[in-house]
């Protein structure tokens, strides 16, 4: 079974801090994302990425920057943590067309 | 911006009853994707139906696709109390295999 590994559970950062959020799959997957979940609001497309080195712009990607530098991981990060980027973050990777996604556990980030 | 949305917005029914949740979206889709979510975990893919298909089964899982209303339906069979979780359409536009969310339709099985 395909594997995708967030590094945390649970965050608590502070506001203006320089947040890194980790990803991980292990099925040689192309394409990688990046949701946020909010309550009343669904999952938003944060950021996606195609291949190493390759990123697009999801629906909401103000605040947040990505790196792919190998296939296998997919970082996101929150330049500098506000309160309303406090959220349940979704990582998912997905082989070919016909296959859903793969997600991550969540990482659930609280910024004070 | 969110395509899909879910109908009802919560459900409650007993164990052993037929569970509905009902989806619509607006524009022309690739595939349509199922997904349950358990509190506060992430999601799993439960079902894949292409745009040139009208259902799909997977065990208890009945998923049927109507292209010319945009809209989808999920039917969880016998239901059981694990099937307690949130339930979410995705519809997968053009090539990059990018998914829009509906908001999800909390599904509640009393034992």
């Known amino acids: ?112 | 911006s969110q395509q899909g949305e879910e109908d009802p917005q919560a459900l409650s029914i007993q164990e052993g009853e037929n569970a509905t949740m009902n989806c619509s979206y607006k524009t022309s889709i690739n595939n349509l994707q199922w997904y349950r979510q358990n509190s506060g975990r992430g999601l799993v893919h439960l079902i894949l139906i292409r745009s040139n298909e009208r259902e799909k089964h997977s065990g208890r899982l009945r998923v049927t696709l109507d292209t010319s209303k945009k809209s989808s339906s999920l039917l969880i069979t016998a239901s059981r109390a694990a099937d307690t979780a949130s339930y979410f359409c995705a519809t997968a536009h053009g090539n990059t295999g990018k998914l829009i969310f509906g908001q999800g339709t909390t599904l509640q099985v009393k034992p």
């Open chain 1, 1 to 112: 079974d395909v594997k995708v590994t967030q590094s945390s559970r649970y965050l608590v950062k502070r506001t203006g801090e320089k947040v890194f959020l980790e990803c991980v799959q292990d099925m040689d997957h192309e394409n990688m994302f990046w949701y946020r979940q909010d309550p009343g609001l669904g999952l938003r497309l944060i950021y996606f990425s195609y291949d190493v080195k390759m990123k697009e712009k999801g629906d909401i990607p103000e605040g947040y920057s990505v790196s792919r530098e190998k296939k296998e991981r997919f970082s996101l990060i929150l330049e500098s943590a506000s309160t309303n980027q406090t959220s349940m973050y979704l990582c998912a990777s997905k082989g070919g067309l016909r296959y859903g996604y793969t997600f991550g556990s969540g990482t659930r980030l609280t910024v004070v």
